[in-house]
C-alpha cells in the first residue's frame, strides 16, 4: 500500500521544519515531513542558538539576514514564542589582519542596511562589562546580532506548517527510494510503506550523508563532536549580553537566561560515526572531553575572568555536521533530478534555517531560489568529495575554519592531492606552487625565493613572481595548466537542435568554429558561460570552467531529456588534458613542432583543428583567456606528458616560460573577460554583464531569450563595469562598495593586479537608469570602499591592455 505527496522532507530539525514553513507560505501544502524520532531530536535542540546576519558576501549576508526579520513575527504567525531577541555583538580581533578582515565585513554591513561599527579597545570593553581587552585591536560591533530558542524556533515552523496542511510524522524513518528514469520517484519508510512523490528534501543533518547514499547522491558532509559549556546562574550579569566571538582564539561567548555559554571551533575536531550505536539515539549526548576544550576554556577565563568565578553546570557534548569548505549544501543534486539537499549547516542552523527554508521553497517551487546561491549549490561538489576518508581529512582544519582567519587566496592544506593532471610532476619539477581552488591541483606561481605559501591582506608575496610570468608571456611564450576546464561532447541526431535551443549564441557554424556564448535560464540569467565548438554534423565540444562541471552536465543533460531530443552528453573532462600556450610567439613555437598551416588563413582566431604536435595527435583551438595570441592545446591523458616534453624542448629558442594561475587571473582582469561564479551567474542577465555580442538576436528559440528581449526595449537598470584604481595598490577582492557621484552604486565582483599594466582592476555592477548611455556612466565620478579606505576609481570605456584585441588575433598593437 502507499501514500502519496508532492514533496516529502526528511529530517525534523530546524532546517527541514524551516522549509516545510516555507512550503506552507508558497502555498504548497501537499507535503510529508518524515521524523526518524522525535522533532529536533537530532542536533537542533541542543544548538547555542546564536543569530548572526553578516557575511562576507551580499548574497550570504541576505539569506542569513532574513532571520533577523521572520523571528520577531513568528510569535504574532503561529501563537508560539521563539525565543528571539536582539543583543548585539562583537567580533573581536587580536591582530591588524584580523582588523582589516573586519573592516570589509563592516561595509557589507552597511550595505544591507545593518547598524554596524568598528571600535577601539576601550569601546570593547565598555560594550561587555568585564571583558579583559588585553591583546584586543579592536572590534566589530553588530547590533543586529541576537539570539533565539532553537526548540522554540523549530516549534513555531512546526505549528504553521501543520495548520497549514503539511503533515508531520515522528517516529517514522526513510529506508530507501524509488527511481524512475533518472528521477526520484517515491521514499520507501522503515515500516514498508512508500510515499509516491515528485521530490524529496535531504534535511537530515547529520545523518544527511546517509540518507543520500540510499539515492546514491553523495552528500559531502561529515558529523563532528561539537561542545561548548553553559556556566551555573553569575549574579548581576550584564543583561542583554552581546554574542561576543574572539575570532583568533576560536570561541564564542553568550548569554543564558542569566548564565553565560562558551563555545568554540577546534583544529582537528573529534570525527563521530553517526553508523554507530550511539548515532541511533536521541537527543544524543556525547561523553565530556575537557583535554579537547581545555584551550577554549583557557582563552574564555582569559578574557572574561568573571567565568573563573562560577561552577560549569553544564558539559554539553554534540553531533554536529560540517562539510570539507565549510559553507553549507543547498540545491537539487546533480546525480538525481527531483532530489534536493539542505544540510551541512555548519553549526549555524538555527540562524540559517530561515533564508535557506524560503530559499529552499522557492527552489522546488520555481526551479530557482532568489538569490544566486551559487556559493551553496551541492553541485559544486562531485562523488569523490563525499569519500569518507576525503571528508574526514578536511576535519583537521574545515571546522576551525569558521573562525580562523580567512585570508585571500587561502587554500586548505587537509584533503589535497586528490585530483591532479597528467602535466602535475613537470610542473611541480619546474617549482609551482600548487594550490586547489576547485580541487584539482594546479599550479598557482611559479617561483623560488617566493616558493613557500604565505598569507596577506595587503600586497601578496606572490605578485612578484605572477609578474614576472605575465611579462615573459607578453614577450615570447607562456605555458598555462588548464586541464581542470569542463569538456562535455554533446551528440546524436538532434545535438544541433539541442544547442541551438540552450546557447544565446548561434553555434550552428561550419565544423570547427568555436563560439563564446552564454547558456541561459527561462528568467534570462546566466546559468553557463561557454564555449562551443562543432565537431561534425551531429557533435559539439563544450568547454567552461571547473568548478561547474557538474551543474553543466546535468544542465545539458536535464533539457535533452525534457525536450525529448535525441542526443547525449559525455563528460571528457578526466580523459583529455589541456596545455595553454599563450604569448606573440606562441604560434612559431608551435609551428616549429608541426607540419600543419598554423597561419591566420589556414588556422583562424575562434576556430579549432586536429593537428599533429611531434608524435602527438590533438586538439588545438584558437582562443585564449589571457588577451594574447594562443592555442588551447587538448590531448588525451596517456600522451599528456610526450606533449609537454616536446614543447619544453624547443621553447628555450622562443621565450618559454611557466606560468601559473594567479598570472592567468589578472590577465583576464586586464581584458575585462567575465568569470562566471564572481562577475556574471544566474542572477544576471547578458545585457547587464556587457555580453550582448554573444547573444544572436535573430535567432528565436533559445531559452530565456524573452527576458533580454524586453530589457534590450526597456533599458537595463544595472550594468557591469570595468574600473582602475590609479596611484595605489588597495587589495581588492569582491564585494566592496562602488559610489558613484558619492552615492553607492553598487558592489565589485571580483579584482586583483593586473601584472602587465600595473593596475589595480575590479569588475563591478553599478546602477543605472533605464536608458543610460554608456558614455553618461563613464563621465560619472567612482570611488571604492575597501577595509575602511576610500580610492579613487576610473570607470575604463575600454580593457587597459590592448583594447582593440590585435595582440590575441596575432597582431602586435601599436603603442599598446
Not at 6 to 29: D, F, K, N, Q
Not at 263 to 288: C, M, Q, W, Y
Not at 653 to 677: I, M, N, P, Q, V
Amino acid at each position: 500500500m502507499n501514500d502519496s505527496a508532492r514533496i516529502v522532507i526528511i529530517g525534523g530539525g530546524v532546517i527541514g521544519l524551516g522549509i516545510a514553513y516555507h512550503l506552507a507560505e508558497l502555498g504548497v501544502t501537499d507535503v510529508v515531513l518524515l521524523e526518524r524520532h522525535q522533532l529536533t531530536s537530532g542536533t537542533s535542540w541542543h544548538a547555542a542558538g546564536i543569530v548572526g546576519p553578516l557575511r562576507a558576501s551580499l548574497n550570504l549576508t541576505r539569506l542569513a539576514q532574513y532571520a533577523t526579520e521572520l523571528f520577531p513575527r513568528l510569535e504574532e504567525a503561529t501563537g508560539q514564542a521563539s525565543g528571539y531577541r536582539r543583543t548585539g555583538g562583537l567580533w573581536l580581533a587580536r591582530r591588524p589582519e584580523r582588523m582589516d578582515e573586519l573592516k570589509r565585513i563592516a561595509h557589507m554591513g552597511d550595505v544591507c542596511g545593518l547598524t554596524v561599527g568598528i571600535l577601539d579597545k576601550a569601546c570593547v570593553a565598555e560594550r561587555v562589562h568585564g571583558i579583559v581587552p588585553d591583546g584586543i585591536e579592536g572590534a566589530l560591533w553588530v547590533a543586529e546580532d541576537g539570539q533565539a530558542n532553537p526548540v522554540d524556533i523549530c516549534a513555531a515552523y512546526a505549528k504553521g506548517a501543520r495548520s497549514a496542511g503539511i503533515r508531520i510524522l515522528e517516529g517514522t524513518a526513510c529506508s530507501g527510494f524509488v527511481t524512475k528514469n533518472g528521477r526520484v520517484a517515491g521514499v520507501k519508510l522503515a515500516s514498508g510503506l512508500t510515499i509516491d512523490c515528485q521530490a524529496v528534501v535531504n534535511s537530515a543533518g547529520a545523518w544527511a550523508r546517509d540518507i543520500g547514499a540510499l539515492a546514491g547522491v553523495p552528500v559531502p558532509l561529515q558529523a563532528v563532536e561539537h561542545m561548548y559549556v553553559v556556566t551555573e546562574p553569575i549574579a548581576g550579569l550584564q543583561d542583554p549580553f552581546p554574542i561576543v566571538r574572539d575570532l583568533d582564539e576560536g570561541i564564542y561567548i553568550k548569554g543564558d537566561s542569566g548564565k553565560l555559554v562558551l563555545g568554540g571551533f577546534e583544529p582537528n575536531a573529534k570525527i563521530f560515526d553517526v553508523r554507530g550505536p550511539a548515532g541511533e539515539r536521541p537527543f544524543l549526548e556525547l561523553p565530556e572531553d575537557w583535554d579537547q576544550f581545555e584551550p577554549f576554556m583557557s582563552a574564555g577565563l582569559r578574557l572574561l575572568p568573571a567565568l573563573s568565578e562560577t561552577g560549569i553546570r553544564h558539559f554539553m557534548n554534540g553531533p554536529e555536521s560540517f562539510t570539507p569548505d565549510t559553507r553549507p549544501l543547498m540545491g537539487e543534486s546533480p546525480y538525481l533530478r527531483g532530489f534536493y539537499v539542505a544540510a551541512g549547516f555548519n553549526s549555524t542552523g538555527m540562524m540559517s534555517s530561515a533564508g535557506a527554508g524560503k530559499a529552499m521553497a522557492e527552489w522546488i517551487v520555481d526551479g530557482e531560489p532568489g538569490l544566486d546561491l551559487w556559493a551553496l549549490d551541492i553541485a559544486r561538489f562531485d562523488r569523490s568529495a563525499a569519500a569518507r576518508p576525503f571528508i574526514g581529512a578536511r576535519m583537521e582544519e574545515a571546522v576551525a575554519d569558521l573562525f580562523r582567519m580567512h585570508w585571500p587566496y587561502k587554500q586548505a592544506t587537509a584533503g589535497r592531492d586528490v585530483r591532479r593532471s597528467a602535466f602535475h610532476r613537470t610542473f611541480a619539477e619546474a617549482g609551482a606552487v600548487f594550490g586547489a581552488p576547485t580541487g584539482w591541483e594546479r599550479p598557482l606561481w611559479f617561483g623560488g625565493a617566493e616558493r613557500a605559501l604565505g598569507y596577506s591582506v595587503g600586497a601578496q608575496k606572490w605578485w612578484g613572481a605572477a609578474k614576472a610570468e605575465a611579462g615573459r608571456m607578453a614577450q615570447g611564450v607562456g605555458l598555462f595548466e588548464l586541464s581542470p576546464f569542463t569538456k562535455l561532447d554533446v551528440f546524436g541526431r538532434d545535438a544541433a537542435r539541442l544547442m541551438q535551443r540552450l546557447c544565446a549564441n548561434d553555434v550552428n557554424v561550419a565544423e570547427g568554429g568555436a563560439v563564446y556564448t552564454q547558456m541561459l535560464n527561462r528568467r534570462g540569467g546566466i546559468e553557463a558561460d561557454v564555449t562551443v565548438t562543432r565537431d561534425g554534423e551531429d557533435r559539439f565540444r563544450v568547454i567552461s570552467g571547473a568548478a561547474t562541471r557538474q551543474k553543466d552536465l546535468a544542465w545539458i543533460q536535464r533539457h535533452a531529456q525534457d525536450l525529448g531530443l535525441d542526443a547525449s552528453v559525455f563528460d571528457a573532462t578526466s580523459s583529455e588534458a589541456v596545455l595553454g600556450v599563450m604569448g606573440p610567439r606562441s604560434r612559431e613555437l608551435l609551428q616549429s613542432l608541426t607540419d600543419a598551416d598554423l597561419s591566420d588563413a589556414a588556422f583562424p582566431f575562434s576556430t579549432s583543428r586536429r593537428i599533429d604536435i611531434g608524435m602527438v595527435n590533438l586538439r588545438a583551438t584558437r582562443v585564449s583567456f589571457v588577451g594574447e595570441l594562443g592555442f588551447e592545446l587538448y590531448v588525451p591523458v596517456e600522451c599528456a606528458e610526450s606533449l609537454l616534453a616536446t614543447i619544453i624542448e624547443a621553447g628555450g629558442s622562443y621565450g618559454l616560460a611557466f606560468c601559473g594561475h594567479y598570472a592567468l587571473d589578472g590577465c583576464r582582469l586586464e581584458k575585462g573577460y567575465r568569470h562566471w561564479g564572481h562577475d556574471i551567474g544566474p542572477k544576471d542577465t547578458p545585457l547587464e554583464a556587457g555580453l550582448s555580442f554573444a547573444v544572436s538576436w535573430m535567432k528565436d528559440d533559445f531559452i530565456g531569450r524573452e527576458a533580454p528581449l524586453a530589457q534590450k526595449a526597456e533599458g537595463v537598470r544595472r550594468r557591469l563595469m570595468h574600473f582602475a584604481v590609479d596611484g595605489a595598490n588597495p587589495l581588492l577582492l569582491h564585494d566592496e562598495p562602488i559610489f558613484r557621484d558619492g552615492k553607492l552604486a553598487g558592489l565589485t565582483t571580483s579584482g586583483g593586479l593586473g601584472f602587465r599594466t600595473g593596475l589595480s582592476l575590479s569588475l563591478g555592477y553599478v546602477a543605472c537608469e533605464p536608458g543610460e548611455t554608456k558614455a553618461q556612466m563613464l563621465a560619472s565620478d567612482y570611488e571604492i570602499a575597501v577595509a575602511g579606505t576610500r580610492y579613487t576609481l576610473r570607470a575604463l570605456g575600454k580593457p587597459p591592455y590592448d583594447p582593440a584585441g590585435t595582440r590575441m588575433r596575432g597582431h602586435e598593437e601599436k603603442n599598446s
